[in-house]
């Protein structure tokens, strides 16, 4: 009986033994995949500024030209990240741009078309606006006067004031409206922001699918575009021209907000394709040159 004993408080405590040791090799293995992640997630801070500094570095004519291209930056001890920096004007800004240029957009991506209903449906509940089913005309007198519609179907004054169409700050919210997935979400998102400054695109640094939607825009207009944008002729008088006949979708202005993509590349201790999407605005009258209005891992 002793002997009987003496053989199950062994195995016992070898159970316990094998038991404490898988323990203590799962929580190393989770100690060491937490230390990769905050030390990649430093690394993308470390790459945002860098990004600054490229942006800071460059004269501020020069800044409307920044169109995405990535560009690779070691940030030390053989640590590579991808660096994209966007000007945001060069992209659709979901709470500022014309609701006709969001549609036109949305029918050029590459979706079916149940998934286009669905995201046109979103931006017109959005934007709560009849700019996107169009405007009319008001019948003019004459002398050129708009005409005075009769005093009974004269509206009448009040003091309410219409209410401002709701603006996102996120565009994961985008999400709840029905039939509007991450799949659907994930094809929009290279091309729209939420940060301009006034809703007309920066053709020097739009992507080609977006001067594609720009209503009424010839072939040989966008070419134009594209041609001066390479050479960096944002003030020729041939893009001169297309923009005062596109006022109301297209403007070259010095670019204060900017949309920065960050990609780990390559590093010992790091996690390969970790990514950081983040929002930036150029601040002179604060301490910092800059600051983040959004970021997203």
């Known amino acids: 009986m002793i002997l009987l004993v003496v053989l199950w408080s062994i195995a016992l405590m070898t159970v316990i033994v094998v038991a404490l040791s898988a323990f203590a090799q799962k929580s190393i293995s989770a100690a060491g995949v937490e230390t990769d992640r905050l030390r990649s997630e430093l690394a993308l801070e470390a790459g945002l500024a860098v990004a ?12 409307a030209y920044l169109n ?3 560009a690779a930056a070691d940030i030390g001890d053989g640590r590579i990240v991808e660096i994209a920096v966007h000007d945001a004007s060069g992209l659709v800004d979901f709470n500022r741009a014309d609701p006709a240029l969001l549609l036109a957009l949305t029918e050029r991506l590459d979706l079916g078309q149940d998934q286009k209903t669905a995201l046109q449906a979103a931006i017109k509940s959005v934007r709560q606006t009849d700019a996107v089913e169009g405007t009319k005309v008001q019948p003019t007198e004459a002398s050129g006067r708009p005409a005075q519609p009769p005093e009974s ?6 003091s309410e004031k219409k209410p401002e169409p709701p603006a996102l700050f996120s565009t994961a919210q985008l999400l709840s409206f029905e039939g509007v997935t991450p799949k659907v979400l994930d094809k929009l998102l290279p091309f729209i922001t939420l940060y301009s400054s006034d809703g007309k695109v920066n053709p020097m640094a739009a992507p080609a699918l977006v ?5 009424e825009l010839s072939p040989g207009e966008r070419k134009v575009l594209m041609e001066a944008a390479a ?4 003030q020729s008088n041939a ?3 297309i923009l005062a006949e596109r006022e109301a979708f297209l403007a070259i202005e010095e670019p204060r907000t900017f949309v920065i993509g960050l990609k780990i590349l390559a590093g010992p201790g790091l996690i390969a394709g970790s990514r950081l999407t983040a929002s930036i605005v150029l601040d002179g009258s604060g301490k910092s040159p800059f600051q983040v209005l959004a970021w997203s891992w």
């Open 153 to 158: 179907e004269q509206p009448a004054e009040t």
């Open 68 to 70: 995405g291209t990535p």
């Open 52 to 63: 600054c500094g490229l942006i800071l570095g460059r004269k501020p004519e020069d800044r």
């Open 211 to 215: 001067l594609e939607s720009i209503p």
């Open 231 to 234: 050479r960096r002729a944002g």
């Open 239 to 241: 893009v001169q021209d």
